[in-house]
């Protein structure tokens, strides 16, 4: 199947940042965040549609080394279903994948199999990969069923009939149906599946595990940066090392070697650093530090739970602690 990726967000709780750099094309872990999606369907055609920053969109995803086929929203962000809508005539298959650009799900499991599957047999206008998770319904909205899984609303407030929730992981299948039900301009996706259930369309979950991580804000992308950085150190998801060592071999981690230069740092606990990390005398580091290519920290500075992006100077005597550096 086809995959299309929705990219023309305009990631506003993580501005003024992505003014310079679109969402989808933040590094974690110094590897873009939509290659994260983009890697579970290595050997599919690629649709993204774009809005914003599109030209550094392009040039970003361009170390995929694979075509990709940009649809541009045009005057205005389209949303999650004016997006599709927009992109109709690039996606002509009966089924297709629809990804978030900028969402991350870590799994070992083969999920795209399972869902295929439901989607066939039961028939559905869509079908949402879903996995468990605790605040279902309290931060996060959710997917909500009834007792035979069918999908009855999507969002933070339980329906009447739902006996549970499912946390949404960023990924669903979609069929030639859902252009029936799609209208022209700005529109989410979400709520023309509201309509389509209500003209008895089926929309169906696939089960899954694994974790969803959240990179809305800047606490929750520093966060998420941490735990992934813990992940990738005890070798927790294979997809996660696999994914790192294919698109950006060149980072290190913990690589304390005599060209860094590094003064005794005993509050360090993990350091990872692309290629061209500069670090000057009398620098601090704790707790964790991710960096970018061609970062250079000058003297003095201290730096705690921070990400630096690519191409930054952290000038003399900074200090920076759980944020975004760039």
């Not at 003014?19 to 939509?34: E, Q, S």
């Not at 599109?54 to 962000?77: A, C, M, P, T």
């Not at 339980?158 to 029936?180: C, E, M, N, W």
């Amino acid at each position: 199947m086809k995959l299309f990726v929705l990219s023309a967000g305009l990631g506003t709780r993580l501005k003024p940042i992505t003014d310079k750099i679109p969402k989808p094309a933040l590094g974690v872990l110094n590897v873009p965040m939509f290659f994260y999606s983009q890697q579970y369907f290595e050997k599919a055609d690629i649709v993204a549609n774009t809005f914003c920053l599109e030209q550094k969109l392009k040039k970003i995803l361009s170390r995929l080394k694979k075509d990709i086929l940009f649809v541009s929203d045009g005057k205005e962000v389209l949303g999650t279903g004016g997006g599709i809508a927009n992109a109709h005539a690039h996606l002509q298959e009966e089924n297709f994948w629809v990804a978030n650009g900028d969402s991350i799900f870590l799994t070992d499991h083969n999920f795209r199999e399972g869902a295929e599957h439901i989607h066939q047999v039961q028939k559905a206008i869509c079908t949402l990969v879903v996995t468990d998770h605790p605040d279902v319904g309290k931060k996060f909205g959710g997917i909500w069923v009834d007792k035979n899984d069918n999908v009855l609303d999507m969002g933070k407030t339980k329906p009447d009939g739902a006996v549970r929730g499912y946390h949404f992981t960023g990924f669903r299948i979609l069929s030639q149906k859902i252009f029936k039900y799609l209208p022209q301009g700005p529109s989410e996706l979400f709520d023309t599946l509201r309509t389509a259930i209500k003209a008895g369309e089926r929309v169906a979950i696939s089960k899954t595990n694994g974790e969803f991580f959240e990179t809305g804000n800047e606490k929750d992308f520093v966060q998420t940066t941490k735990t992934l950085l813990q992940y990738f150190k005890e070798e927790k998801y294979q997809y996660l090392v696999s994914l790192l060592k294919k698109y950006t071999p060149q980072s290190r981690l913990n690589d304390f070697s005599t060209s860094l230069k590094m003064e005794n740092q005993p509050n360090l606990k993990n350091l990872f650093i692309g290629r061209d990390f500069k670090l000057f005398h009398g620098v601090q580091l704790e707790g964790f530090v991710v960096a970018g290519n061609n970062v250079t920290i000058k003297e003095k500075s201290l730096l705690k739970n921070v990400v630096i992006l690519d191409d930054c100077l952290v000038e003399e005597n900074a200090q920076y602690q759980n944020q975004i550096i760039y």
